[in-house]
């Protein structure tokens, strides 16, 4: 079992609506979560962090669910530009050890 | 503003060669990282540095060596390099720690190996 899961998608969104995805990950001792964005061959870039009690970056929201173990991201009014694929990223001590998902794409449309 | 650069960008190799990948920082990053990166696979980590001449093994080390000689250097050593060793190859800084999220990742380099 993958200890981090993501829906590898592709979630095709028109332009303008919103889409929205999670990504589970299986140790309960995870410390910090993250989402980060991969363009197609280039690489990954972080987006934010995601924080317990949830959190808000322009367009984006991440959310955490400790009990459930997964965390979600949500993207509001889609622009093209949003197409890309978006890792799930769960720190689990204090020196940096990280578990990348494998990533959910999205394509926008127009 | 360079930040993150890896040499080479495209490497093909035959079974039995070996090469280092070079990876680079000017943003005076303590922390450095290397990651594997297999299709419907997440990034891997194969090596890591905390500071210069430290070195530690990642997730998946065995096949590769690392120096960090320099702070701003982080080499990446195949010595036998194997089809299975096929990949996209990730170097990525952190001035506090991964944990942080802080991670400046190069542009990546792809190795094929025959």
């Known amino acids: 079992r993958k200890e981090v899961e993501q829906d590898p998608g592709p979630f095709n969104v028109p332009e303008g609506a919103t889409v929205a995805f999670n990504c589970t990950y299986s140790n309960s001792a995870s410390q910090s979560f993250f989402w980060y964005r991969q363009d197609c061959r280039k690489e990954p870039k972080l987006l934010m962090s995601?924080?317990?009690s949830g959190n808000e970056d322009g367009r984006f929201t991440a959310q955490l669910n400790r009990a459930s173990q997964y965390i979600s991201l949500l993207i509001r009014d889609s622009k093209l530009s949003d197409s890309a694929t978006y890792l799930c990223v769960v720190g689990l001590n204090s020196w940096g050890k990280l578990q990348f998902g494998a990533g959910t794409q999205v394509v926008v449309t127009p | 503003n360079a930040g993150v650069t890896q040499t080479p960008k495209f490497r093909v190799l035959k079974t039995g060669q070996s090469m280092t990948l070079l990876c680079a920082q000017d943003m005076n990053h303590e922390y450095m990282y290397w990651y594997r990166q297999d299709p419907g696979m997440g990034l891997r980590l194969i090596h890591y540095s905390v500071g210069e001449g430290t070195t530690a093994k990642g997730e998946v080390p065995d096949g590769y060596n690392v120096s960090r000689l320099k702070k701003q250097n982080f080499l990446l050593g195949l010595e036998s390099a194997a089809p299975s060793q096929t990949s996209v190859y990730f170097c990525?800084?952190?001035?506090?720690?991964?944990?942080?999220?802080?991670?400046?990742f190069g542009e990546g380099s792809r190795l094929t190996v025959l």
């Open positions: 995601v924080y317990s």
């Open positions: 990525a800084s952190s001035p506090q720690g991964a944990n942080t999220g802080e991670l400046f």
